[in-house]
């Protein structure tokens, strides 16, 4: 089991940043996807971005062109850079890990996730 700890939430007015971080740690880290999903309330869960261990990138159609992800691996964490964030961004984050190296954007393909951080956009 991978252990994934969120952290860098917050609260900005629309059009401004914040980066997200996921540690990992725990049974391995190596041959993962890393995933960013986000779930506002009342809302289901839905996926954001996500970054294999080959470095295959992939992200939703709302966010394409203002957020990006990557991953340190000697650190065993992802980010996700968010930039040119709108109120319809508010929501709580999720870091997900799945063990397979191929991306996928139902929340069921992933097998650990972390507590998640709460992103509060204004208008």
């Known amino acids: 089991q991978v252990q994934l700890v969120e952290s860098g939430g917050g609260s900005v007015q629309a059009g401004g940043s914040l980066r997200l971080s996921c540690a990992a740690s725990g049974r391995t880290f190596s041959r993962s996807t890393m995933g960013w999903f986000r779930q506002a309330p009342g809302k289901e869960r839905v996926f954001v971005a996500a970054?294999?261990?080959?470095?295959?990138?992939a992200y939703a159609d709302s966010v394409t062109g203002r957020f990006t992800i990557s991953r340190e691996y000697a650190r065993n964490t992802v980010s996700l850079q968010m930039n040119n964030l709108k109120p319809e961004d508010t929501a709580v984050y999720y870091c997900a890990s799945r063990g397979s190296d191929n991306v996928a954007r139902d929340p069921r393909g992933y097998d650990d996730w972390g507590q998640g951080t709460q992103v509060t956009v204004s208008s």
């Open positions: 970054i294999t261990w080959s470095a295959t990138m």
